[in-house]
């Protein structure tokens, strides 16, 4: 049997109120422990909401780690000075 979305996420629902018991979800739906538990996983994905951009960039300042960005971003003054003498010798400066 084909099962709707609403469907799939009423039946999930039903598991996760029932402490995850797929088993027993399957058993009374007629459907398998494995296509309970892959809806069950869809259905909590669904429910996470994702981290809004000003949210990640108040935790990047509030938190103990840079983001990759900026530290990526950071200009090395080693690798500036030698920049700086490469153009020199090139006459770009």
């Given at each position: 049997?084909?099962?709707?979305?609403?469907?799939?996420?009423?039946?999930?629902?039903?598991?996760?109120?029932?402490?995850?018991?797929?088993?027993?979800?399957?058993?009374?739906?007629?459907?398998?422990?494995?296509?309970?538990?892959?809806?069950?996983?869809?259905?909590?994905?669904?429910?996470?909401?994702?981290?809004?951009?000003?949210?990640?960039?108040?935790?990047a300042?509030?938190g103990s780690?840079?983001?990759?960005?900026?530290?990526?971003?950071?200009?090395?003054p080693?690798?500036?000075?030698?920049?700086?003498?490469?153009?020199?010798?090139?006459?770009?400066?």
């Amino acid at each position: 049997m084909n099962y709707n979305v609403s469907q799939q996420k009423e039946i999930a629902q039903y598991a996760v109120e029932h402490d995850n018991n797929y088993k027993a979800t399957g058993e009374k739906y007629g459907i398998s422990y494995q296509q309970v538990a892959a809806w069950v996983r869809k259905y909590k994905k669904s429910q996470t909401k994702p981290v809004k951009k000003a949210e990640k960039t108040s935790q990047a300042q509030q938190g103990s780690r840079p983001n990759m960005l900026d530290v990526l971003s950071r200009k090395d003054p080693v690798l500036e000075a030698q920049l700086h003498e490469v153009k020199k010798r090139l006459g770009l400066l």
